[in-house]
């Protein structure tokens, strides 16, 4: 089983940045994509970013586009998410996940495993 744990996440002002951080430990899978979700409250889990295994590859919500960086560092088994410039919409509790394959995807019902989250709040 692979595990995934994040940290990272409090109470910041909007304009402020934050780094979130996801160390993946366990049984190791070939090459995951990496990704970030978040969910605020009364809403769908909602994807943020992914990141291929080589990092040649990211993706990012229109919404954290140009704010929001996807990062990871196989050496060390962590993604990690730089969250600049934060915003009070972009309260909510953020996930991390894994899935194997070679395909960037959005939908979080392909990916395979999941972090237990960290609390994000932008305060205006």
């Known amino acids: 089983q692979v595990q995934l744990v994040e940290s990272g996440g409090g109470l910041v002002q909007a304009g402020d940045s934050l780094r979130l951080s996801c160390t993946a430990s366990?049984?190791?899978?070939?090459?995951?994509?990496m990704g970030w979700f978040r969910q605020a409250p009364g809403k769908e889990r909602e994807f943020v970013a992914a990141?291929?295994?080589?990092?040649?590859?990211?993706r990012a919500a229109d919404s954290v586009k140009g704010r929001f960086t996807i990062s990871r560092d196989n050496a060390k088994n962590t993604v990690y998410l730089q969250m600049n410039s934060l915003k009070p919409e972009d309260t909510a509790v953020y996930y991390c996940?894994?899935?194997?394959?070679?395909?960037?995807?959005?939908?979080?019902?392909?990916?395979?495993?999941w972090g237990q989250g960290t609390q994000v709040t932008v305060s205006s």
């Open positions: 366990g049984r190791t899978f070939s090459r995951p994509i």
């Open positions: 990141i291929s295994w080589s990092s040649a590859t990211t």
């Open positions: 996940a894994a899935r194997q394959g070679a395909t960037i995807v959005v939908n979080s019902n392909l990916y395979e495993y």
